[in-house]
Every structure is written in structure tokens, then in C-alpha cells.
């Protein structure tokens, strides 16, 4: 199976980090659905997984542009755009994208002690096979509400949030159910500037006066609204986002770690490999190593 060298442009995912998981696995407003990772790959060449002893979640891939293919339970499938398959939990399974065509995909890791039924759900009794559907602006605005509030995962609120909403992404792929109703967007805070401005900033080294001049505020006063809104200093939420990429480069890139920790800013390997262990409970090497299972 080949294998890309690098990320797609435009990306976007988020995987929580495993102590959070287990936190996130006791709550009582989110154990019986949550997700563990979460993604948007545009343009995916090259993009391909196995897992020979199948995924500890149910995967979910939405296929809107382009093509691709998966195998499961000894069957192979295609995918088309407009399309979404579901790969069940501890199944060995195989995907791709369509070397000639790549696929742009949206992804995600679900489970719970519920998450069987949403699988019955979509799947009804046809079983693995892709499930065609209608291309709605609401799940795309829920994809989006729900990957931005997992990315503010300092947050237990905004995690509970985001898996409320899953239920409701998972709904629309049944061609059964639709809601038209629109999800507002809000204007644009100086919190939220800041935090585009972070994303968009990942391989320098911030401090909290550079992020408070963007947002037009004493530094006191943007870090008093920040860990307000947030319920995170600034700068440890920035350091977040940063082994965010982290987590993407060593997955979806042959990157040395030293390259990975020069890209998000980090001169020292060492010190980069201790933060990434800090916040994602193992080192970058067993996290690459865990990601390829």
C-alpha cells in the first residue's frame, strides 16, 4: 500500500489525547456517544490505512469529492462522492483513496456504550456497503460546529457540546431524517481572532503581548478573557494547537521527529518530546507507532 509523504493542504483533525478520553468515557452526558478523532482531508492523495485487528472505534468516512475504496470482511467496496460507509469496530478493514481521482473525505472515530445502535441506525440491515446521500449545508455546518469545539478541548463544556452534537451528524446520513433548519454562525470575537491568528501561526514562538496586541487589549485583559472563554492560559492553549499538528505530521508524514518538532517551533527535539508527552499521555515515537496499528 503506498504510503503520502506528506499532509493534505487544507486539513483539518483532531485527536484527543487518552487521559482525556477515559475522562471523557465516564461522563455521564457523553458515554454512551463520543468521538475520539476527528478529521476533514481534502484532496487526499495517496491517503490509505490497514488495520489488521480493525479500529478500538466505529470509523465513519464521508466521501464528497472524487473516489476511493475500502475492504472489509473480505469484501471489497467503491466509493463515490455523495457517499458514506462505516467500518464497525475491532473489524480488520483496508481503505484508499482513488490514485487517479483522490477523494476528499470527511472522518471520524465513534464509540460509547450506545454507539452500536447509531450503527444499526445508518446501516439498517444492508451492512457495510457504501450508503448513498443527499449533500446537506446543515451537516457541514455540524462537522465543522463540532470539530472547532473539540479543538477547544481545554474546555469539558465545549467537549460536551460537541459530542451532543454527534448524534445529530450521525442522523443526517440517514436519508430517513433531515432538518433544514441553518446553524448560525457568530461574529467573530477577539478571542476567537486570536485563536485564528494561533492556527495560523503554529511554527513561531508566541508570547502572551503578541497575542494581545492581536486582539487589541492589555495583555491582562486578554488573558483574563481568554481563560474565561476558554478555561486555558493562552499560551497552553497555543501550545495545544501546536502538538495538534504535531500529531498530524508524525501520522500523516514520514517527517523525522526532530523535523516535526522544527516545524511547530520547537528547536529542541528533547523539550518538544516531553511537552507532546505532557499532553498527549505518550511520547511521539510510541504515538507513530500506536497511530500505524
Known amino acids: 500500500m503506498p504510503k503520502k509523504k506528506e499532509g493534505f493542504a487544507g486539513q483539518r483533525s483532531c485527536v484527543l489525547p487518552g487521559e482525556l478520553t477515559k475522562q471523557i468515557a465516564r461522563h455521564p452526558l457523553c458515554e454512551n456517544l463520543y468521538i475520539t478523532d476527528i478529521g476533514y482531508y481534502p484532496k487526499a492523495a495517496l491517503h490509505a490505512r490497514e488495520r489488521r485487528k480493525g479500529s478500538p472505534q466505529h470509523i465513519l468516512i464521508y466521501c464528497v469529492k472524487g473516489a476511493g475504496w475500502y475492504q472489509v470482511n473480505y469484501q471489497n467496496f467503491t466509493v463515490k462522492p455523495n457517499q458514506v460507509f462505516i467500518l464497525p469496530a475491532n473489524v480488520a478493514h483496508r481503505y484508499g483513496t482513488d490514485p487517479s481521482n483522490p477523494w476528499t473525505i470527511y472522518w471520524l472515530h465513534f464509540t460509547g456504550s450506545r454507539a452500536h445502535y447509531y450503527l444499526e441506525f445508518l446501516q439498517q440491515k444492508a451492512g457495510p456497503v457504501p450508503i448513498t446521500v443527499s449533500p446537506q449545508p446543515e451537516r457541514f455546518q455540524l462537522f465543522d460546529d463540532i470539530l472547532s469545539h473539540l479543538e477547544m ?122 511537552v507532546f508527552a505532557n499532553v498527549m499521555g505518550v511520547s511521539p515515537r510510541d504515538f507513530r507507532k500506536l497511530r500505524k496499528v
Open 153 to 274: 478541548s481545554y474546555n469539558m463544556d465545549n467537549i460536551v457540546y460537541a459530542n451532543s452534537s454527534l448524534a445529530r451528524f450521525l442522523a443526517t446520513f440517514n436519508n430517513a431524517v433531515y432538518n433544514p433548519n441553518p446553524v448560525d454562525a457568530l461574529d467573530e470575537d477577539p478571542v476567537s481572532r486570536t485563536i485564528t491568528f494561533m492556527k495560523d501561526n503554529l511554527s513561531r514562538s508566541l508570547n502572551l503581548e503578541n497575542l494581545a496586541e492581536i486582539a487589541g487589549m492589555s495583555a491582562s485583559h486578554y488573558s483574563a478573557l481568554f481563560r474565561n472563554k476558554v478555561q486555558s492560559a493562552p499560551i497552553n492553549f497555543f501550545t495545544f494547537l501546536k502538538i495538534q499538528e504535531a500529531c498530524r505530521l508524525l501520522e500523516n508524514t514520514q517527517q523525522r521527529i526532530k523535523e516535526v518538532a522544527y516545524q511547530i517551533g520547537y528547536n529542541d527535539p528533547y523539550h518538544f518530546s516531553r
